[in-house]
Every structure is written in C-alpha cells, then in structure tokens.
C-alpha cells in the first residue's frame, strides 16, 4: 500500500481494507443484515477523513 504521508488517512485506508474482507467472510456465512451495515459504516470513515483533508 502506498503511504500518503497522512498517518490518519493511511490508517483508515488499512481498516477499510480489513473490513471488506471481514464483509466478504460475512456474506459466505450468509449474514447479509449485518454485514452490510459494517461495510456502509467504515466506508463512511474514510469519507469522511478525505473530506477533513480537503
């Protein structure tokens, strides 16, 4: 992963990353309710920290 220089934007990149493979194990398992709200909610993190760099 490239490094943007920004600790806090890196690190959520990370987690995103983290997550959609947690969200991937979790449609396997069919747990589509929960799953799905753990994707929208860290997607927001990283939107919300682009939008803070700006």
Known sequence: MKESGNLVLDKSK??????????????KRNEFVLSKQLLRSDT???ANVKEGVR
């Open 44 to 46: 927001s993190i990283g």
């Open 14 to 27: 990370a987690f995103a990353i983290r997550v959609i493979r947690l969200y991937q194990y979790l449609q």
